[in-house]
């Protein structure tokens, strides 16, 4: 998208966060927007945090904004009470805290911001899918094709997720894999739905799903 800040570029009228936020936040407790720049204009939509460490460096990759909304957020050891607390990262992310108002959060839920038409569902299948499975994280796959950007992890694994980027990896499927990762299927969900807005052809088809 030439350099465009792909959360903030147009369509139908708003920028992109803002679709996916709006999505989101229905499902969750709170939304934690993961951004290096332009922090006024995504706080409109949820808590911002800089995916930045100091021994790492900024632009490290989408892990590191997952661990910067990870570090915003109070871990629980995995032992604890298994409510369906939820916070959310992009970079959108959330948290839903229905056990309780001051439960701590047990489930992160990670979304790009230009993914735009994410399910309306995505959060409870997504941990629901991860529960049925022991695993601690799950991410989508829908129509043969895996999203692994799209997910929903416990939020005890800070501290494993630090570790992966410190040993210098940066690829997610990696660090799922290593992580016990599970599919979570959505292939009743329209084939756009987890589309990513990456070209201007992309975002003019992406005008087109929306004004259906």
């Avoid at 290593?178 to 992406?206: C, I, Q």
Wanted: proline share 7%.
């Amino acid at each position: 998208m030439k350099g465009q800040d792909k959360g903030l570029v147009v369509l139908r009228g708003e920028p992109m966060v803002a679709h996916v936020a709006r999505r989101l936040a229905p499902q969750v407790g709170r939304l934690i927007i993961s951004a290096n720049r332009h922090a006024p204009l995504y706080a409109q939509y949820g808590q911002v945090v800089a995916d930045g460490a100091p021994e790492l460096g900024e632009w490290q990759g989408p892990l590191m904004g997952i661990a910067a909304a990870l570090s915003a957020v109070s871990v629980q050891d995995d032992d604890a009470t298994d409510g369906d607390d939820r916070d959310l990262i992009p970079e959108i992310a959330g948290t839903d805290r229905t056990a309780s108002n001051t439960a701590t959060p047990q489930w992160l839920i990670v979304s790009p911001c230009d993914t735009p038409f994410v399910p309306a569902d995505v959060t409870s299948r997504l941990i629901g899918a991860a529960q049925a499975a022991k695993a601690p994280i799950a991410y989508a796959v829908a129509h043969g094709q895996r999203h692994s950007a799209c997910m929903a992890l416990r939020t005890a694994l800070l501290p494993e997720l630090l570790a992966y980027l410190r040993g210098g990896d940066r690829k997610v499927g990696l660090w799922q894999a290593r992580a016990g990762a599970v599919e979570a299927v959505f292939d009743d969900a329209p084939l756009h739905a987890f589309m990513n807005v990456n070209t201007p052809e992309d975002l003019a088809l992406a005008e087109r799903y929306a004004s259906q």
